[in-house]
């Protein structure tokens, strides 16, 4: 109920426009927004490769109505990618094809990202960019603007979803490609036409999928897998499947968002497994908050307290 309520939410550009032009609202969505600038968002991401971890760099927007818009996104991801470079920070780039125009066309989308994947390559070591993976009226165009830029460059990587019935079969078709694949259980609401209701399959599915590209054949084909989730049942599974089919650690990652579990994060790094945090940032925070909650609704009491907190510092 919680969920559907954030999630309907997430997509109103009014409370988007409103909470996004008012200084209290940032207080809240910064325990799961790194920054607003992306001097800060580097300091951030310093601070976790201190610390044993790489990162992604996600500049926050998604569904811009203009190819103007689209433009903005991708300038902004150039610029990542240089700062990125120039610091030598250990991060690279997750984004929405949304950001990129999706909605204006797939052409349009399709450039962006060619010329953004372009950039990352050129850049010794290249750098890598993931292309999320958004609601499922997206997700066969997600897939297919995929794949015609991988066919052009290696430095890019895919999102799938385990809570949509059609992802295992998507997952074949990229262990074929030997694909980067990053595997979620999925953060949009979806109808029971196109994703399974219940939790548990999701998890499930979750677990049969990761078996699939930890396995020999997706090894074999490059596959290099990163787990994505928070999930302490689904990390376990795969600590013990890594273990017991000799699957190396440098074969595979973990990830989190920031902010999310992060004593969990610590933990697996000293237990010698690689982790990379999600990082986003940038002033379009809104629906990316939005969806946080809709995952844990406890999380609100947790963003109320920091806004009291903020609220008895005088805001400063
Ligand atoms: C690195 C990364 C990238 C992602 N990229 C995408 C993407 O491209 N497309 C997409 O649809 N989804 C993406 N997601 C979100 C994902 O689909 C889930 O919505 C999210 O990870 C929550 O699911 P979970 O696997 O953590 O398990 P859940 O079963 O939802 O949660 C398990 C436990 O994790 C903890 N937890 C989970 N979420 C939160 C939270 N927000 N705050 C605090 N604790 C929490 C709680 O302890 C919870 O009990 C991404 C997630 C990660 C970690």
Not at 63 to 89: P, S
Not at 197 to 206: E, S, T
Request: net charge positive; hydrophobic share 45%.
């Amino acid at each position: 109920m919680l969920r559907d309520a954030f999630l309907t939410l997430s997509q109103s550009k009014t409370l988007a426009r409103f909470m996004t032009s008012s200084r209290l609202p940032w207080y809240a969505a910064r325990r799961f927004v790194a920054a607003q600038a992306i001097d800060e968002a580097l300091a951030v991401v310093s601070d976790l490769n201190r610390a044993g971890m790489r990162a992604t760099l996600d500049h926050l927007g998604e569904n811009v109505a203009t190819e103007a818009e689209a433009a903005q996104a991708r300038a902004a991801y150039l610029e990542a990618l240089d700062r990125i470079h120039a610091t030598g920070v250990h991060s690279g780039i997750s984004l929405k094809l949304t950001a990129l125009g999706m909605d204006v066309s797939t052409a349009v989308a399709t450039d962006n990202l060619r010329r953004v994947v372009a950039h990352a390559g050129r850049f010794d070591p290249p750098i890598f960019v993931r292309v999320d993976m958004e609601s499922s009226d997206y997700t066969a165009r997600t897939l297919d603007v995929f794949a015609a830029v991988r066919a052009e460059h290696r430095n890019v990587g895919i999102v799938v979803q385990s809570y949509l019935y059609r992802t295992g079969d998507d997952v074949e078709r990229l262990i074929a490609q030997g694909a980067g694949v990053r595997l979620c259980k999925g953060a949009y609401r979806e109808p029971a036409s196109v994703a399974y209701p219940d939790k548990r399959d999701v998890d499930a599915a979750y677990l049969r999928l990761a078996g699939r590209l930890l396995g020999p054949e997706a090894r074999a084909a490059g596959v290099y897998p990163a787990i994505a989730t928070h999930d302490t049942a689904m990390i376990d599974w795969v600590k013990a499947h890594v273990a017991a089919h000799g699957v190396p650690r440098d074969a595979f990652e973990f990830q989190m968002l920031f902010g999310v579990r992060r004593d969990l994060q610590a933990a697996l790094v000293a237990e010698g497994y690689r982790m990379r945090v999600y990082v986003p940032y940038g002033l379009q925070w809104y629906p990316y908050f939005m969806r946080r909650l809709a995952e844990r609704p406890e999380n609100v009491a947790f963003v109320l307290r920091n806004v009291l907190h903020e609220l008895r510092r005088g805001g400063r």
